[in-house]
């Protein structure tokens, strides 16, 4: 691991000036993602703004019946609390199916927002890769790519985002909070956070350099049936190939409101409205669901090893869907 | 744990000394090698951390690089904390670090100031065996070894969470007590590998512990 400087942050507007003060610093929080790729000279920063201790490690109600979930909540804390399993069962659902108790004990909010990708290619240093060296190229295109995007990306790049929680936050409509080295805050969609790669895939979300997250924000509970349903390759702490986040809400037979985003497809959790609303009236039947896949599978593109994800996430989508239909 | 031999050896001396026996045969092959640069043996700043582990309190100035699970092994010597991968996939650096399991291995020892670490030298010792560690020895509930320490400690951080009613990827109802069953303990330790595929025998070694019927 390279030599780098270390500091403590004591406030998070104080942890967003040391980034301004020091070009190439990182911040660290869990450090269970950027320690991993320090140590194989991926990351290479050369001073780190530890902000564990910045008092943003509480979820609290917030008036219109949300919760605001502070950005250094660990993992397995989210998952465990109470009004998030009543109120948002998708959430907790998603944070468990990810990664090992150890690593959620660890793990916070912003971190796994911000995770980088598990691409073969960009963790291996002897191979070109895009996101990791700009212009280097892309191994994955023409290489081992089953577990690459079908949506979303560019000839630059065709790695997914890996995160399980992103893709509940996606379909919950959570808000991203943030403060900058002025003292500047804003709130920042879910939907707006991560960037499709286009033709620079090593920018990745639209935060700015100095720019830190202090917390997300969840709207009122949605109800409804809530599933995440991850398919690996194996039954546990392993990435998605592909992953449903499903709410839906029923009246009678009638699906009244749906919301639908995916995980494993694209450089960010994947959400497509107007599929979704292909639900909405109907009563979630196969011929409801196969509509929904249609769209949202109408420019998906496979890269050889990955042309299977198409037809798997028509079939989980069918399997997940039938899942709530039946629950509710 | 570290039981010495009748003639005063321990294990670990066997093996050092008999790792130190094969670098000296292979010595003259290494005569024209190049010495190889290593970044990490550059002097740079130190950073102050205080932290208790095994109940003891270490002031240290410490290179900001080091890793909890190095701190442990390399400068303290307390070496029953595996280093297996570094990256955090198989569980052998499992320590309890304010009674919660953590891979010691991904997180620096500077980012734990005021806090109080557990390794498998602190929950018990050779006379005096923690009930997971007994457990463990009477299921035989490993057989190379490697990964035991680390998956000691983290049955015991598991079974602290099952009691405090986390829920995992396979409990069905996220509104009901935790059931203490084998499916459950099984999702809950994956993070903890084992080459050997003692997992039969930990999964019953836990069992006991828990006060569930094997």
Redesign the interface.
């Known amino acids: 691991?390279?030599?780098?400087?270390?500091e403590?942050a004591a406030t998070p507007a104080a942890a967003a000036l040391a980034m301004q003060q020091h070009p190439g610093a990182r911040f660290?929080a869990?450090?269970?993602n950027l320690?991993?790729l320090m140590?194989l000279d991926i990351e290479q920063p050369t001073h780190?703004i530890?902000v564990?201790r910045l008092g943003l490690d509480r979820i609290e109600a917030l008036p219109d019946g949300g919760l605001k979930i502070g950005a250094l909540v660990r993992n397995?804390d989210l998952?465990?609390d109470a009004r998030v399993?009543?109120g948002h069962?998708l959430l907790?659902?998603a944070l468990?199916?990810g990664?090992?108790?150890?690593?959620r004990?660890?793990a916070t909010t912003a971190g796994n927002l911000l995770q980088r990708t598990r691409c073969f290619y960009f963790y291996d240093t002897t191979k070109p890769c895009n996101k990791r060296t700009p212009g280097s190229g892309c191994a994955a295109m023409e290489g081992f790519n089953r577990i690459h995007a079908i949506l979303g990306a560019s000839a630059q790049c065709i790695s997914v985002h890996s995160s399980d929680m992103a893709v509940a936050l996606r379909a919950l409509d959570a808000q991203v909070e943030t403060v900058s080295a002025s003292g500047a805050v804003r709130r920042i969609p879910i939907a707006e956070l991560h960037r499709l790669p286009g033709s620079t895939p090593e920018v990745e979300t639209v935060l700015a350099p100095d720019e830190l997250i202090t917390g997300v924000t969840l709207p009122a509970p949605l109800g409804g049936v809530q599933l995440y349903r991850k398919v690996r390759d194996r039954?546990?702490?392993a990435f998605a190939l592909v992953s449903v986040a499903a709410v839906v809400v029923r009246e009678g037979r009638t699906v009244t409101a749906a919301r639908l985003a995916f995980g494993g497809l694209a450089a960010k959790p994947w959400r497509n409205e107007e599929a979704e609303r292909r639900l909405i009236g109907t009563d979630g039947g196969a011929q409801a669901r196969d509509a929904v896949a249609d769209l949202l599978l109408a420019d998906a593109r496979g890269h050889g090893h990955n042309d299977f994800k198409i037809p798997l996430l028509r079939r989980t989508l069918h399997a997940t869907l039938a899942q709530a239909i039946e629950t509710t | 744990m570290n039981p010495e031999t009748p003639d005063g050896y321990t294990r670990r001396t066997v093996l050092v000394t008999g790792a130190a026996g094969v670098a000296a045969a292979a010595l003259p092959l290494a005569v024209d090698a190049e010495p190889v640069a290593h970044?990490?043996a550059?002097q740079?700043?130190t950073?102050d951390v205080s932290l208790r582990i095994n109940g003891q309190l270490h002031a240290l100035s410490i290179?900001?690089?080091v890793?909890l699970l190095d701190l442990l092994r390399e400068q303290l010597h307390l070496t029953g904390s595996k280093k297996g991968c570094?990256?955090?996939q198989c569980?052998a650096c499992?320590v309890l670090v304010n009674g919660?399991?953590?891979?010691s291995c991904?997180?620096?020892a500077?980012?734990h100031?005021g806090d109080q670490v557990t390794t498998i030298e602190g929950l018990g010792e050779p006379k005096k065996l923690h009930p997971m560690q007994a457990a463990f020895v009477k299921h035989d509930g490993y057989q190379c070894g490697y990964c035991t320490p680390g998956q000691i400690c983290?049955a015991v951080?598991?079974l602290g969470?099952m009691r405090?009613?986390?829920?995992?990827?396979v409990?069905h109802d996220?509104?009901a007590p935790t059931v203490f069953s084998s499916e459950e303990m099984?999702?809950?330790?994956?993070?903890?590998i084992c080459r050997c595929a003692g997992y039969p025998n930990i999964i019953a070694a836990i069992r006991e512990v828990a006060g569930v019927a094997t």
Request: hydrophobic share 30%; charged share 25%.
């Open positions: 691991m390279r030599a780098f400087t270390f403590r660290i869990g450090g269970t320690l991993d140590k780190l530890d564990n397995s998952a465990a399993r009543r069962p907790s659902r468990l199916s990664a090992s108790a150890q690593l004990n660890k039954a546990s702490y | 970044d990490a550059a740079g700043p950073t290179d900001p690089r890793t570094d990256h955090g569980g499992t919660r399991r953590i891979n991904l997180t620096l500077v980012l100031e983290s951080g598991m969470e405090g009613g986390m829920p995992s990827h409990t996220l509104s099984r999702e809950r330790m994956s993070g903890n």
